[in-house]
């Protein structure tokens, strides 16, 4: 059976210019981080993406290291890509990454001129591709000039294998940095993707939200549930055994009994606007306009819906920030 997209598929979820760049994203993008790799069946990961597009998400986020095993992720994309979603390739924005473990060796990691080429490579041939809109230097590289990492990311663009360059897990010191290279070379630096979300809020606290204004670039906000906490799961308890990102370790450092209080306020503020604890965080990142997109992912249909109804309910009033705000103090 042939795929046929949604046509209404673009009434269905609000999008934005990224900074004053050419380039727009649907408000939240969908990414592989987890569960579409290796670890689920073909067939599964098809219908959540498919299901994605047809909702108004035409950004896909990948990395070299996505699976669990590395380039699974991008293999599983590439497989519904080339069988459903090649005709609508002038739709779409397709983003990788590289610089985390990707391959054996010590040139299977970070951010040198031959590890980033060799790396988006890979990544084209996994997913069937001739160019990515976005190509992220994945994390800082300690040991690499960072002229290198930037010319690098900028020979990428002019030999067309990118159309726009950003990094990740950049601080904003570092963020700045890399930045006035970019200017200096004319490269299409675009933004910094980061772990944002309500209980972490690192990219405002360092400057990292004006850093990327000024220099015309847009935070997209990974992990934005906390991978799972601002979700109504646990209200009750954290398990000893929560598998915390490193980003939102320190949520722990008070006490897990604190952090659940914090869960169930935040939550009774969603229900008073009608919305899921999950919905109510994922329209709290977008209401600043310098974050571009907000990645989230699922590997269910149900759970991807679920999600999407955060656009019911964007609008926040005075008292309901301020509220918000004295629970995340």
């Known amino acids: 059976m042939v795929y046929a997209a949604e046509e209404q598929r673009y009434e269905k979820l609000p999008y934005r210019r990224v900074s004053d760049s050419g380039l727009i994203l649907p408000a939240v993008s969908f990414g592989l981080w987890r569960n579409l790799g290796d670890q689920m069946p073909l067939e599964n990961s098809k219908k959540v993406i498919l299901k994605a597009f047809d909702s108004g998400i035409f950004s896909f986020d990948n990395a070299s290291n996505y699976g669990p095993s590395n380039g699974t992720a ?8 080339k069988h459903d979603l090649k005709p609508y390739r002038d739709e779409l924005v397709i983003t990788t990454k590289a610089g985390y473990h990707m391959w054996p060796g010590p040139l299977g990691e970070f951010s040198g001129k031959k590890t980033l080429t060799a790396a988006l490579d890979l990544s084209l041939k996994r997913m069937h591709l001739d160019y ?7 994390r800082w590289d300690p040991n690499t000039r960072l002229e290198e990492t930037a ?8 030999q067309g294998k990118t159309l726009y360059v950003g990094v990740s897990n950049y601080t904003a010191e ?5 930045a006035k290279i970019f200017a200096k070379l004319g490269t299409p630096f675009v933004g910094n993707q980061v772990s944002y979300n309500m209980l972490n809020r690192t990219a405002e606290a360092d400057g990292l939200l004006d850093v990327l204004d000024t220099n015309h670039a847009g935070l997209i ?13 646990y209200l009750n308890n954290i398990p000893d055994d929560y598998p915390i990102h490193r980003t939102n370790e320190f949520l722990f450092e008070n006490g897990k009994e ?17 919305q899921k604890l999950s919905q109510m965080a994922l329209a709290w990142l977008l209401k600043d306009e310098r974050v571009a997109s907000v990645v989230i992912g699922a590997s269910k249909v149900e759970h991807l819906v679920d999600n999407l109804a955060f ?4 609008t926040f009033s005075d008292d309901e920030l301020k509220r918000i705000e004295n629970i995340l103090k």
């Not at 604190?258 to 009608?274: D, M, P, Y």
Request: aromatic share 10%; glycine share 6%.
């Open 132 to 138: 990515v809109d976005i190509f992220y230097a994945h």
């Open 258 to 274: 604190v952090l659940v209080s914090k869960l169930n306020a935040l939550n009774q503020v969603a229900a008073e606007r009608g």
């Open 221 to 233: 906000a990974y992990g934005p549930l906390a991978e799972g906490l601002l979700t109504d799961r």
């Open 151 to 158: 010319y690098a990311l900028d020979l990428l663009v002019k």
């Open 311 to 314: 656009s019911d309910n964007m």
């Open 74 to 81: 991008e293999e599983t994309f590439g497989q519904v890509y």
């Open 174 to 178: 570092q963020t700045e940095a890399i």
